[in-house]
C-alpha cells in the first residue's frame, strides 16, 4: 500500500517537493517556523539535521512526558 503525507504546512517552502532523506539531512530551519536563527542554537545543543532534531533523547522525552500528562488523571 502507497503512503502519501503532505507536509505543506510543516515545512518551509524550498523543501516541500524534496525526498524524506533530503528533509532528513536539512537544516532544522526546514521545518516551517524555524529560522536559521534557530539552526545556530540548536547546532549548541548538537543538533545539525531535521534528523538530529527528531531524535534527540531530550525533545524525545519532553513530547512523551506531555503525551503522559494528557493521559494522568
Not at 524534496?18 to 545556530?40: C, M, N, Q, W, Y
Not at 524525545?60 to 506531555?66: D, F, H, I, M, T
Request: proline residues 4%; aromatic residues 4%; hydrophobic residues 50%.
Amino acid at each position: 500500500m502507497a503512503l502519501s503525507v503532505n507536509l505543506e504546512k510543516a515545512l518551509d517552502k524550498a523543501y516541500e517537493n524534496v525526498s524524506l532523506p533530503e528533509i532528513l539531512a536539512a537544516p532544522p530551519s526546514a521545518l516551517a517556523g524555524l529560522t536559521e536563527k534557530h539552526d545556530e542554537l540548536l547546532a549548541g545543543l548538537g543538533i545539525k539535521t531535521v534528523a538530529d532534531l527528531g531524535s534527540n533523547k531530550y525533545f524525545a522525552l519532553a513530547g512523551v512526558l506531555v503525551a503522559l500528562s494528557g493521559k494522568t488523571g
